[in-house]
């Protein structure tokens, strides 16, 4: 059974830029949570969706945008870029909304210079 | 604000030992208590997740819930250099569409 899978692993864009990030969740899950994580804050939550619907969205400013296809997959966009957008992206996936627990993927490392 | 506490470590083991790493959180409507294991460089990995008050065990894992004290732990049972690692605790609210909130972790380190 495939994992999650987060295209693409690494990135570096610079300041000002826009970036599109892809999930694609485990099979039969249609939960899609994303999250950023850096050494200072940790994990902290960005958004939500369960079937294509944007459930909770995280204290995060509005250039900070997703969405959910009806096959599950989900991107996140992160328009004009900041330095301070560096991080891990982690996309989870669960089969219960989060009920049993999410699975996460690679992630995805944003550099931005 | 709702938050998940963790002492960041590192916390040091001698091979063998037992671990207990220790969390806190601070939303009473908190249902669902997750461990997460992260090596470096790596994601988030799930360990195991306990939802009533008491101790749930899996293998060398005991998962430790008291609601009343908002306190969740994890023992790790005869500790190995492969369990050195990041731990981190994360809590949920039962109902549809509430976050996963994670505590920023604690470091382990076994030496053998």
């Known amino acids: 059974k495939a994992g999650v899978t987060q295209t693409p692993r690494y990135l570096i864009k610079t300041r000002g830029q826009q970036v599109t990030l892809s999930c694609s969740p485990i099979?039969?899950?249609?939960?899609v949570s994303w999250y950023q994580q850096t050494p200072g804050q940790g994990l902290q939550f960005l958004f939500e969706?369960?079937?294509?619907?944007?459930?909770n969205k995280g204290n995060f400013p509005g250039r900070f945008s997703g969405r959910q296809f009806s096959n599950s997959r989900s991107e996140m966009n992160v328009s004009t870029l900041e330095l301070g957008d560096s991080a891990l992206y982690l996309c989870?996936?669960?089969?219960?909304?989060?009920?049993?627990?999410?699975?996460f993927g690679s992630g995805t490392r944003l550099t931005v210079v | 604000q709702k938050e998940v506490e963790q002492n960041s470590g590192p916390l040091s083991v001698p091979e063998g030992a037992i671990a207990s790493l220790n969390c806190t959180y601070s939303?009473?409507?908190?249902?669902?208590f997750f461990w997460y294991r992260q090596y470096s460089g790596k994601s988030p990995e799930l360990i195991m997740f306990?939802?009533?008050?008491g101790d749930k065990e899996d293998g060398r894992f005991t998962a430790q819930l008291n609601k009343a004290s908002q306190y969740v732990s994890l023992l790790i049972r005869d500790s190995q250099p492969s369990d050195s690692a990041t731990y981190l605790c994360?809590?949920?609210?039962?109902?549809?569409?509430?976050?996963?909130?994670f505590g920023k972790g604690t470091t382990l380190s076994v030496s053998s």
């Open positions: 989870a996936s669960s089969f219960l909304e989060g009920v049993d627990g999410y699975t």
């Open positions: 099979s039969g899950h249609r939960s």
């Open positions: 969706y369960f079937s294509e619907t944007q459930r």
């Open positions: 939303d009473r409507g908190s249902q669902s």
């Open positions: 306990i939802y009533s008050n």
């Open positions: 994360a809590v949920k609210r039962i109902e549809a569409g509430t976050a996963l909130i």
